[in-house]
């Protein structure tokens, strides 16, 4: 097999116009991609509008391309670019992203650009995919001597794709001290998540998936850990952990999922790049869905690619996701880097604190002061709510949420990504600013 030209994507030259792409993300990708001029379309754009708005300037504009984050983007506006010969890039985190327990507004310290489609759609082949069923490995050994390497550094460091400190808890350590057979871990995501929706071909949440392995496991002992995200309010959950309690210990606590994945036998999982992280460590994985190191004889998979039937080792599959795919960048200087540059960043980040930023973040613009009329009612009175909604905030976001909030209201409900809490947005600020 001849090994393929890894051609990856590139912005440098060109004029990117870019969708789903909130305030924050903007002074990073500047500083990520100098050689690139941006421009934002407003989120939650509809079809409607950006044909209004935008289509004749991108028509007009030479060397214009459209940057997606994720694959939020409307099949017309896909066909749009697609018959105009504009290219689309698809933009995701890579799978070492930041020292934060979530993306939260922490620069990222990976990316993923893809011309076909985000690595999580298994519906069509990705770059990602193209690279996994086409690169000669065999060809290529110091690709896959720096990937054992690489590998091996991840596992003895704990680094994973969020790293937020976190010591063993007790209950988890307790677990350790029961005995058991084998001990089978679930792995919990957010079930309205694209990765979900894109990479399964059948409805799933996390508690069928809780009852399959309960199932398939009798005498063994099931942990489910939910995501992180669910747990804290901060995504919404499909399914109630409470009712697969009586088949699995719920793990609750915010213990890093290396530290579990290193306790257990075996792990469940739809699409969650723990799954991927389990193979590493020599674990056997069941995958539902259709992850990106599913179906290449890794995995147990519960889902067919007619696509993929290549045999591949796991030091192969980690070339492709964490070598050759995904561009690694200096989140302090902005300066792309390579991935072991950016494993010594976070390890050294770990122990003594991330440096500050020189890139610049993007400020929330100022709410209007009082006025007679506007946005903000007569006299302005929907000021007088700040207080009281901000409480709520503290509540069930993030202190940037608050501060967010505070500096405009009703921009910081009209970029919510949950549409109830947009239109909660719509009923406190019916009008914008």
Same mark, same amino acid.
């Given at each position: ?11 440098? *030259? ?112 990705? =770059? ?70 894109? *990479?399964? =071909? ?21 942990? %489910? ?17 409470? @009712? ?8 609750? =606590? ?38 990106? %190191?599913?179906?290449? *004889?890794?995995? @147990? ?20 996701? %964490? ?81 967010? %909030? ?18 909660? *947005? ?8």
């Amino acid at each position: 097999m001849a090994n393929v030209s890894i051609d990856r994507p590139d912005l440098a *030259g060109r004029h990117v116009f870019a969708l789903q792409m909130r305030r924050w993300k903007g002074p990073m990708l500047e500083a990520y991609f100098p050689g690139t001029r941006f421009d934002y379309l407003p989120l939650y754009l509809s079809p409607k509008a950006f044909f209004r708005d935008w289509k004749a300037t991108i028509l007009a504009t030479p060397n214009s391309a459209l940057l997606v984050w994720g694959r939020n983007i409307p099949d017309e506006v896909l066909k749009f670019a697609r018959e105009n010969s504009i290219p689309v890039y698809f933009m995701e985190d890579g799978f070492i992203r930041s020292l934060a327990a979530n993306a939260s507004h922490s620069l990222s310290f990976s990316l993923t650009l893809d011309s076909r489609t985000p690595y999580f759609d298994s519906r069509q082949a990705s =770059d990602l995919e193209n690279i996994l069923a086409t690169y000669d490995f065999a060809a290529d050994p110091a690709l896959i001597a720096r990937a054992r390497l690489a590998m091996d550094k991840l596992l003895a460091s704990g680094l994973s794709k969020y790293n937020a400190p976190a010591a063993i808890s007790a209950s988890v350590a307790e677990v350790e001290t029961r005995p058991t057979t084998r001990r089978i871990l679930v792995i919990g995501q957010v079930e309205d998540d694209a990765s979900i929706q894109l *990479g399964c =071909d059948r409805l799933v949440n996390n508690n069928d998936l809780v009852r399959l392995a309960a199932s398939e496991n009798p005498g063994c002992e099931i942990l %489910y850990k939910p995501h992180p995200d669910v747990l804290n309010g901060v995504r919404k959950r499909l399914s109630d952990p409470s @009712d697969v309690a009586h088949l699995a210990t719920i793990v609750t =606590d915010p213990v890093p999922l290396p530290q579990l994945l290193d306790r257990v036998d075996h792990v469940y999982t739809i699409t969650s790049l723990g799954g991927f992280e389990a193979l590493m460590r020599g674990k056997p994985v069941t995958a539902f869905g259709m992850p990106f %190191y599913a179906g290449w *004889g890794l995995t @147990d998979d519960r889902q067919a690619s007619p696509r993929r039937g290549r045999k591949l080792a796991v030091e192969e599959v980690f070339a492709a996701a %964490y070598l050759l795919y995904p561009r690694y960048f200096d989140p302090v200087e902005g300066a792309e880097i390579s991935f072991e540059t950016c494993f010594e960043n976070a390890l050294q980040w770990r122990k003594s604190g991330m440096p500050e930023s020189r890139i610049a973040s993007a400020q929330m613009p100022p709410k209007p002061a009082f006025a007679l009329s506007g946005p903000y009612g007569l006299l302005g009175w929907r000021h007088l709510m700040t207080p009281f909604v901000a409480r709520l905030i503290a509540t069930i976001g993030s202190a940037d949420d608050v501060t967010d %909030y505070r500096t405009n209201p009703i921009l910081f409900f009209r970029e919510l990504s949950n549409p109830k809490l947009r239109r909660l *947005g719509r009923l406190l600020y019916p009008h914008d600013g």
